[in-house]
């Protein structure tokens, strides 16, 4: 099983930006999708977004346009670009490759 760490989390003011990284523990992208999700405080668990094995991504549709999931192959690091960051963008955020989890990175969106 691959272990996953997340970082990249802080505070940032709305309509600020934020680069999330995910960090696998061994070379996976060339099969395995990779998915981040978040959760709110008394929130569930929500999909945000995914990258399948050939590149392809799909986003959800409340972050669609702001949010961007690219990866580095030779880093076996999968990142999350977030613009425009809203209140209700402020969730811990996970990344997924099948059944493995990270631990999450707290972002926070306030002025």
């Known amino acids: 099983q691959v272990q996953l760490v997340e970082s990249g989390g802080g505070s940032v003011q709305p309509g600020g930006s934020l680069r999330l990284s995910c960090v696998a523990s061994r070379s996976i992208f060339s099969f395995s999708p990779m998915d981040w999700y978040r959760q709110a405080p008394g929130k569930e668990r929500e999909w945000v977004g995914s990258?399948?094995?050939?590149?392809?991504?799909d986003y959800a549709t409340s972050v669609k346009g702001r949010f961007t999931i690219s990866r580095d192959n030779a880093k076996n690091t999968v990142y999350l670009q977030m613009s425009s960051l809203k209140p209700e963008d402020t969730a811990v955020y996970y990344c997924r490759s099948f059944s493995s989890w990270g631990k999450g990175t707290l972002v926070t969106v306030s002025s």
């Open positions: 990258m399948n094995s050939g590149g392809k991504t």
